[in-house]
């Protein structure tokens, strides 16, 4: 089944303990990208990769890593997570630059 | 202004109504236009691509008026479980083809 897995779907941890959101897909997509989605926000990019080692900045970067060593997997790196960063979590792929995304389930952070 | 807006509703419409949303989009390179539903907490499932000769899947119609930068979607005779938040999403030119999201239109379809 073609999916994009996102790992936790949960997670309630404290401010300054590093963690990683994993994501996983299994469509040999291109390009992945983190979104961060919060109540009258919408979704709001956090970085994106166009492929292998290409990863850039979207809309709302700061205090956030990404890595792209492998085409399918895109882990998000909260270095030092803070409450501003509670907030609702997705991934998505998507095959080529004008084809529709595939998102994971979301993962709720929150950061006490 | 800002890049995709969409009115946030709630649109409040009984069970058999048509009702339409529209978005518009600011940036006239824009290329690929999708309309996403999102139910309560869940991710966003795409719902139909959206094409300039207009484009039809069952119960939902999709337009796109590039002249005037707008995307309508319109349900005809709508069930409860169309009931969720609809996204226009919105993909740019240029090399990554950045994907913006609107903030979403909530629609409730009540008995």
């Known amino acids: 089944e073609a999916q994009v897995t996102q790992n936790p779907r949960y997670l309630i941890t404290v401010t300054g303990k590093k963690l990683t959101v994993t994501c996983s897909q299994n469509?040999?997509?291109?390009?992945m990208s983190w979104y961060r989605q919060d109540p009258g926000l919408g979704l709001r990019q956090i970085y994106y990769s166009m492929n292998v080692e290409v990863t850039d900045k979207g809309d709302v970067p700061e205090g956030y890593k990404v890595s792209r060593k492998e085409k399918r997997n895109f882990p998000l790196i909260l270095e030092s997570p803070s409450p501003n960063q509670t907030s609702l979590y997705f991934c998505a792929s998507r095959q080529g630059a004008s084809q529709p995304q595939h998102f994971g389930d979301g993962t709720r952070l929150s950061i006490l | 202004r800002k890049e995709v807006e969409q009115d946030p509703g709630p649109f409040n419409v009984p069970e058999g109504a048509t009702v339409a949303f529209n978005c518009t989009y600011s940036?006239?390179?824009?290329?690929?236009f999708f309309w996403y539903r999102q139910d309560c907490r869940k991710e966003p499932k795409l719902l139909m691509s959206?094409?300039?000769s207009g484009n039809e899947d069952g119960r939902f119609t999709a337009q796109l008026n590039r002249a005037s930068q707008y995307i309508s979607l319109l349900i005809r005779d709508s069930k409860l479980s169309d009931s969720a938040t609809y996204l226009c999403?919105?993909?740019?030119?240029?090399?990554?083809?950045?994907?913006?999201f609107g903030t979403g239109t909530k629609l409730q379809v009540i008995p």
């Open positions: 999403v919105v993909t740019n030119s240029g090399g990554y083809q950045k994907v913006t």
């Open positions: 940036n006239s390179a824009s290329q690929s």
């Open positions: 469509m040999n997509h291109e390009y």
């Open positions: 959206v094409y300039s």
